[in-house]
C-alpha cells in the first residue's frame, strides 16, 4: 500500500518555465512534508518541507504547497534551470510514530535548455 | 558544511557472507536513520536510533542488526548475505532535540550500493 504517491513517473520542461511536481497521500496522521532531490549514484538532497499547520512555504525558487484537505502537496520551481533536472522524492512523516520518512517513487525532471 | 558520511561506498559480497555499513552522523546529531533502496525503488526505512536506543524498526530482515555508538555513529550488520539484499542503503541523520514536536529533517548521506553475488 504506497501512502505516497507520484503519479508522474517523469516530467519535462523548458529552461526558464515553471515545472509542478505533484504528490498525494493517503495517511492522515503525516504531519510533516519533504521534498528531497536526488542525482544518480548520491544520496538524496533536502529542498524544502512545509509542515501540516502551513499552507505554503517557499524558499527561493522553490516553494511549496499543502492541500490537507486534498491530502495533495506540490513543488513548484520557477525559474527552472538545466541544473535542477534529477528524480525528485515526496516525504512525509508521522511526528507520532518517531518521524520514519514515507517516500513516493519519485518524479524525474528534465528542464531542456 | 559537514554532512553525513558513510563507508564503503561501494562493496561486493558473495551470498551467505556478512558486511557491516557504517554511518557517521553530522556534528551533533542525536539520530539515524537507515533506508534500503532498491533498483527503481523508493527508498524504505529500515531502522533508527535516537540517543543510542533504538527508536524504531521498519521493514528490516532478522539476519540485519543495527546499534549507534557512544560517538553517535551507526553501524548496519548484515548476514547471510542473499542476492535480493543488493541495494543502495542510505543513512540520514537528524537533530531530534532541537526539532520541534513535528518538524524534523534528515539529511542523507550519499549511499553505500552493495552487490550481492
Known amino acids: 500500500d504506497q501512502q505516497v504517491k507520484q503519479n508522474s513517473p517523469s516530467l519535462s520542461v523548458q529552461e526558464g518555465r515553471i515545472s509542478i511536481l505533484n504528490c498525494d497521500y493517503t495517511n492522515s496522521m503525516f504531519d510533516y512534508f519533504l521534498w528531497y532531490k536526488k542525482y544518480p549514484a548520491e544520496g538524496p538532497t533536502f529542498l524544502i518541507s512545509?509542515?501540516?499547520?502551513?499552507d505554503k512555504n517557499e524558499d527561493g525558487r522553490f516553494t511549496v504547497f499543502l492541500n490537507k484537505s486534498a491530502k495533495h502537496l506540490s513543488l513548484h520551481i520557477v525559474p527552472s534551470q538545466p541544473g535542477d533536472s534529477a528524480v525528485y522524492f515526496c516525504a512525509a512523516s508521522d511526528g507520532g510514530s518517531n518521524y520514519k520518512l514515507t517516500f513516493g517513487k519519485g518524479t524525474l525532471l528534465t528542464v531542456n535548455p | 558544511a559537514a554532512g553525513v558520511i558513510q563507508s564503503p561506498r561501494h562493496l561486493i559480497k558473495e551470498k551467505r557472507e556478512t558486511a557491516t555499513l557504517k554511518c557517521y552522523p553530522i556534528p551533533r546529531h542525536d539520530t539515524v536513520y537507515w533506508y534500503q533502496q532498491g533498483p527503481g525503488q523508493d527508498p524504505q526505512f529500515l531502522i533508527s536510533f535516537y540517543e543510542k536506543m533504538q527508536s524504531d524498526k521498519g521493514s528490516i530482515p532478522d539476519r540485519f542488526s543495527a546499534q549507534q555508538f557512544s560517538d553517535y555513529h551507526s553501524e548496519l550488520n548484515m548476514s547471510s548475505l542473499e542476492l535480493g539484499d543488493s541495494a543502495l542503503y542510505f543513512c540520514?541523520?537528524?537533530?531530534?532535540?532541537?526539532?520541534?514536536?513535528?518538524?524534523?529533517?534528515?539529511?542523507f548521506g550519499p549511499g553505500t550500493r552493495l552487490l550481492v553475488l
Open positions: 512545509i509542515s501540516s499547520i502551513k
Open positions: 540520514a541523520s537528524s537533530s531530534r532535540r532541537l526539532a520541534s514536536t513535528i518538524q524534523e529533517t534528515q539529511y
